[in-house]
């Protein structure tokens, strides 16, 4: 789940930047977050007041797995801009990436509320609002994650990863019935949404309807070879239907 997570936000976000900071953040683009960090850093030493090198700083951290230095960053971003979506967004992500979900949850609200003063586009605030059903999740209130990700699907019906965490959290509930419709309403909203051919196959396994799975398998398996080899091992019973949700990278 922190893979997917962490990418997914590394890929969402760009901002007009002076030219040193645009080029660093190319760099980070293709897989090279020492290099953009490092002229982040310098930035930052020559304009302590940069938040966006300080953000950058706080992305290539991330990239590199260097959890406490980013939420060091990113701390600082959401105090010098407390009502800042973006800022909001990452430190709550951060909290969460560090099994600190329950500390999360105010900051990954708070992106929410701001998100939508803010304007911001449906696609942005899909992302805001799944990382908040994954924040949930992992703080131990399923209920109340369901009960968002099924809200969030009403406001932005074209975010693949809403349909998939709500059917995983119905099947968390052995509400099979459920998790296949929702998983199927998605598909219909998404068709390019390739993960919920998993979600298709493991409810309509949990159901009993063995050809059922097996057909939504051979699907997946033509559009997501990697990720039809571990739901084929959860069909098959030597793994269990993760517990984790994911936000799939954009």
């Known amino acids: 789940m922190k893979k997917f ?5 590394l890929t969402s976000w760009a901002w007009a930047a002076p030219a040193d900071l645009d080029r660093a953040e190319g760099l980070l683009s293709r897989g090279q977050p020492a290099e953009a960090r490092a002229i982040g850093e310098k930035e930052l030493a020559a304009d302590p007041k940069s938040l966006r ?3 950058l700083i706080a992305k290539s951290a991330l990239a590199q797995n260097d959890l406490p230095s980013a939420h060091t960053h990113a701390a600082e971003l959401v105090q010098a801009q407390p009502n800042s979506s973006d800022y909001n967004a990452l430190l709550g992500l951060l909290l969460v990436l560090e099994d600190r979900a329950g500390e999360a949850i105010p900051y990954l609200e708070k992106s929410v509320d701001f998100g939508v003063a803010e304007k911001k586009g449906p696609a942005q605030m899909a992302s805001f609002s799944n990382t908040l059903v994954t924040g949930l999740h992992q703080a131990g209130q399923s209920g109340v994650a369901l009960q968002r990700a099924l809200e969030f699907i009403n406001r932005y019906p074209d975010c693949g990863d809403l349909y998939l965490s709500a059917s995983r959290l119905y099947r968390e509930r052995n509400d099979y019935k459920n998790a296949l419709d929702v998983a ?3 598909l219909q909203a998404v068709p390019q949404f390739s993960s919920l051919y998993a979600s298709v196959a ?4 949990g159901l009993g309807h063995k050809d059922l799975s097996e057909k939504a398998y051979q699907q997946l398996q033509a559009k997501n070879p990697e990720l039809a080899k571990v739901v084929r091992r959860v069909l098959d019973g030597t793994r269990k239907d993760s517990a984790e949700l994911q936000v799939e990278v954009k």
């Open 202 to 205: 493991l409810a309509e396994a």
């Open 53 to 55: 090198a300080r953000l």
């Open 184 to 186: 199927q309403k998605g």
């Open 5 to 9: 997570l962490f990418l997914a936000w």
